[in-house]
């Protein structure tokens, strides 16, 4: 199965999940919701808990969703480590946007 396109995904409102409106869903399906990170900085352990808190949000609000965080910047191995063993997903941008 080919990986979607990020940018060519339905945008979802934060706010129907009880998030910031800063932040940036899109549905990828009828079952998974993607966290889009689109920045330069490397994403540590700090920002992996803030990552696990919104994806609880969307847990909360809809308990069927599968949460993934699809993103530009390198991400730490130790959160990468992090977020999966929470059930989440970590895939490059570029991964995401090949046809």
């Known amino acids: 199965m080919k990986p979607e396109r990020?940018?060519?995904?339905?945008?979802?409102?934060?706010r129907s999940y009880g998030l910031p409106p800063?932040?940036?869903?899109?549905?990828?399906g009828t079952d998974r919701v993607a966290i889009v990170m689109d920045r330069k900085?490397?994403?540590i352990?700090?920002?992996?808990?803030?990552i696990l808190d919104r994806a609880k949000t969307i847990w909360d609000a809809d308990g069927s969703l599968t949460v993934d965080l699809v993103t530009s910047a390198p991400v730490c191995s130790k959160t990468t480590r992090?977020?999966?063993?929470?059930?989440?997903?970590?895939?490059s941008m570029e991964a995401a946007d090949t046809p």
């Open 45 to 50: 352990m700090a920002d992996g808990r803030k």
């Open 22 to 28: 800063r932040t940036v869903l899109k549905r990828r």
């Open 82 to 91: 992090f977020l999966e063993d929470n059930g989440i997903a970590v895939i």
């Open 41 to 43: 900085s490397r994403i």
């Open 6 to 14: 990020v940018f060519s995904l339905e945008k979802v409102d934060p």
